[in-house]
């Protein structure tokens, strides 16, 4: 081997060398371009993921914001109910199967309500027990019928009153 190929194999080896630099620099510079592009990937993503929780807990906070404010509407309701006068005629529609027992109780509980008559009582197999009764001076009626011991729920229905009796024990 002469000087010439000496030569030529060190030129060689230079550009191999410089070739082997050149690509490791834009491997390098590839692994740091990829590594960037995954981490705003990773960035927005975990940007995506707090909005869609932020979404999540607000909707959450609206809808329990939304059934406490129906739960306290009910409430009221019930409470201003419970206290609104009745006056005049009064249609009671007892709601559950009664025996004479529970019908005598009901009787002598209505008969102590001051400014109350019963005007009739009666019923059929489908529309069950209904008592018709007289308020003299206006009268909190479902406040009143709510807190007999014999009753388990008063439900105003407009032009009668709905009372559920409780099971006979």
Known sequence: MGEKDRITNERHAR???ERAIRQAKEAEEEAKRLAKEKAKRKAEE???ARREAERLAKEKARKEAKRLAKGKAKREAEEKARFAPYEGIVKLVIMSLVDSDHMKELEENLRQIQNLR??????????GVQIVISVEKPTPLIGILKEMPLVEEVVDKGEEIQVTLKAKQ
Do not use: D, M, N, Q
Not at 118 to 127: Q, T
């Open 15 to 17: 550009e191999a060398k």
């Open 46 to 48: 975990a940007k995506k």
């Open 118 to 127: 019963l005007v009739l009582i009666g019923g059929s197999v489908k529309e």
